[in-house]
């Protein structure tokens, strides 16, 4: 792990978490400092400057997302870290939280300093009780030593729905409604919690900023890839040798994250396919192993960084199987309120079932990909836009292992 650039997870393993002497001893908390030392304006440009782009799974750059809300005239704003973490086999924003919770916590006062925000609220995932715990004790620390000034924060807890990790339906389930989306326009920077300007960043983005702060926008722009600069987190599970978690530069390729920092295949066997970005993630053949990690590269490919976790599969693994359980757990979360998604998330998992089962047709696997087509225009939020990926990635590159299975 030689290779690893570490900015996110820079004290990681290296303090202890639950004490914030440590992280003040380490540097923390002067970024804060040294942005209320500046303009509000000059600490947006900083974070432009730097390329920084969400780390969630949207890609938009923090720096004009921060500059919409400090634009917008309201006698409150929010500042809100979506650490709700939805996606089967992704543990960064977890591992984040865990080893530096205080790099959160300086990151949201940054961008409350920034746009004129004085609460924020940390929305963490139901699953996460021990995380909330630790957040709650670093929060009572960073009041007691008065580091966060008059910016406040607090942290609610998710009840396990897959799309409260949109940030809408994140800001819903805040303010006690039940999870589902919201039509856009209005965005939240403009009309968010409870319709004030609102900015709704991930925990990895907010975690990056006081780095920027302190080191400067150029010096972040200058690591990785060109048009999506700095570093990001992955999670390697599934058939590789190293089950970790990494942190590398955008411009680390595929073959890199799996042969260098993985390890390569478990067992000895031989790749098959590679799924970034969680369960809504497309899966990537042998062929695509050259493509960088970053945001554009990954689109140009058909596939998405999204929140970083890599599930790696040797030659033994079913992809039609695997994809028909990917379907019955997007069918299961969908929220139901439009009905592509309502509708389409069930027909996905019907006709995967029906094929994996052996009784499709060639037919069937059309239908698959005008359904999916459709869904990822359609939909109103990015879990129906995404449900299908899985499926369409599938039915281009593992084409074989479809007709296998036909009647």
Not at 54 to 79: H, I, L, M, P
Not at 203 to 225: F, M, N, Q, R
Not at 343 to 362: I, Q
Request: hydrophobic share 35%; aromatic share 8%; proline share 4%.
């Amino acid at each position: 792990m030689a290779e690893e650039m570490r900015v996110v997870l820079r004290n990681y393993g290296k303090i202890d978490p639950l004490k914030i002497e440590d992280y003040i001893n380490a540097g923390g908390y002067q970024a804060l400092e040294k942005a209320r030392s500046m303009s509000q304006t000059d600490v947006i440009e900083e974070v432009r400057k730097s390329g920084l782009r969400g780390r969630g799974g949207a890609g938009f750059n923090a720096g004009q997302k921060w500059n919409f809300a400090f634009q917008a005239q309201a006698d409150q704003k929010y500042v809100i870290c979506n650490a709700d973490e939805g996606e089967p086999g992704t543990y960064k924003d977890r591992t984040i939280m865990q080893g530096d919770p205080h790099s959160v916590l300086e990151g949201m006062a940054i961008c409350g300093y920034a746009i004129g925000a004085s609460k924020g609220y940390i929305y963490c995932r139901g699953e996460y009780p021990y995380v909330v715990d630790l957040l709650n004790q670093a929060i009572d620390q960073a009041r007691e030593k008065g580091v966060l000034g008059d910016f406040d924060i607090e942290v609610r807890m998710g009840a396990g729905a897959y799309v409260c990790g949109e940030e809408t339906a994140l800001i819903e389930s805040i303010e006690g409604h039940r999870g589902e989306p919201r039509f856009k326009p209005p965005y939240p920077p403009v009309s968010g919690l409870w319709g004030k300007p609102t900015i709704v960043n991930n925990v990895e983005t907010l975690a990056s900023v006081p780095v920027i702060l302190e080191k400067g926008g150029d010096w972040y722009a200058g690591l990785g890839a060109a048009s999506y600069p700095g570093t990001k987190v992955l999670t390697l599970t599934g058939d590789v040798v190293n089950k970790t978690v990494i942190e590398v530069p955008t411009n680390t390729t595929i073959c890199e994250v799996i042969y260098d920092f993985g390890g390569g295949i478990a067992g000895g066997k031989a790749f098959k396919a590679v799924q970034i970005g969680g369960t809504s993630g497309a899966f990537i053949p042998e062929s695509l192993l050259d493509t960088q990690i970053d945001f554009d590269s990954m689109s140009a490919a058909g596939a998405s960084l999204g929140s970083g976790a890599v599930l790696v599969m040797d030659e033994t693994r079913d992809i039609v199987d695997v994809v028909c359980r990917i379907a019955k757990f997007f069918e299961h979360e969908s929220c139901g309120k439009c009905a592509p998604c309502r509708e389409g998330t069930m027909r996905l998992h019907k006709l995967m079932n029906k094929l994996n089962a052996g009784e499709g047709s060639a037919a069937d696997i059309a239908l698959l990909n005008k359904l999916g087509r459709v869904m990822s225009v359609a939909c109103l939020c990015g879990l129906g836009q995404a449900a299908p990926s899985p499926v369409l990635t599938t039915i281009k590159h593992f084409q074989p292992d479809y007709n296998a299975k036909l009647q």
